[in-house]
T-cell receptor
Framework: DGGITQSPKYLFRKEGQNVTLSCEQN?????MYWYRQDPGQGLRLIYY???????QKGDIAEGYSVSREKKESFPLTVTSAQKNPTAFYLC??????????????FGNGTRLTVT | QKEVEQDPGPLSVPEGAIVSLNCTYSNSAFQYFMWYRQYSRKGPELLMY????GNKEDGRFTAQVDKSSKYISLFIRDSQPSDSATYLCAMSGGSSNTGKLIFGQGTTLQVKP
């Protein structure tokens, strides 16, 4: 079955530590995205990538970093600079590069808790 | 003012009721409109996709777009307990948008047996 795999499902870290969230897709999609979801705030775009070795900041990129070395993979690192990292993180992909109108396919998320 | 506004609810209805979920938006360039359903602790899944104005029906679900009023709706007929979820509207379009989807805050729906 094609889809997006996010791992782990739950992640716990101490404050001050960097942590990397994994996202892998086998849909052969060009574009990949990272969103953050907080109660009452909907989905906010962190970073997106339309092609391998290229990515752009979204609306809330501060304190996060990404890489896109392979088409299938788009890991997100939550750094110690992110002031409020506890959240539900969603990875998504879409078929068309440049993607106007392309619907997103989502993984099942990683819930990160930082104490 | 947010680009997309959605009443967060929660909305609670009895089984069999007709449910109306709504979003308003401010960017008249939006042309692509979507509804996603998200179950608890899961990722959103695409439910309905429409382009420009008009209606689209899929089983018990009907999506309506009124571009003149900048208003979109999702109707659920004969609602079932399995419809209990958070519903997110999303939209994109326009030269300045670069295809990024703009999401509403989500409406939480509970259908009681």
């Amino acid at each position: 079955d094609g889809g997006i795999t996010q791992s782990p499902k739950y992640l716990f870290r101490k404050e001050g530590q960097n942590v990397t969230l994994s996202c892998e897709q086998n849909l052969n999609h060009d574009a990949m995205y990272w969103y953050r979801q907080d109660p009452g705030q909907g989905l906010r775009l962190i970073y997106y990538s339309q092609i391998v070795n290229d990515f752009q900041k979204g609306d809330i990129a501060e304190g996060y970093s990404v890489s896109r070395e392979k088409k299938e993979s788009f890991p997100l690192t939550v750094t110690s600079a992110q002031k409020n990292p506890t959240a539900f993180y969603l990875c998504a992909s879409s078929m068309r590069t440049g993607g106007v109108g392309s619907p997103l396919h989502f993984g099942n998320g990683t819930r990160l808790t930082v104490t | 003012q947010k680009e997309v506004e959605q009443d967060p609810g929660p909305l609670s209805v009895p089984e069999g009721a007709i449910v109306s979920l709504n979003c308003t938006y401010s960017n008249s360039a939006f042309q692509y409109f979507m509804w996603y359903r998200q179950y608890s602790r899961k990722g959103p899944e695409l439910l309905m996709y429409t382009y420009s104005s008009g209606n689209k029906e899929d089983g018990r679900f009907t999506a309506q777009v009124d571009k003149s009023s900048k208003y979109i709706s999702l109707f659920i007929r004969d609602s079932q307990p399995s419809d209990s979820a958070t519903y997110l509207c999303a939209m994109s379009g326009g030269s300045s948008n670069t295809g990024k989807l703009i999401f509403g805050q989500g409406t939480t729906l509970q259908v009681k047996p």
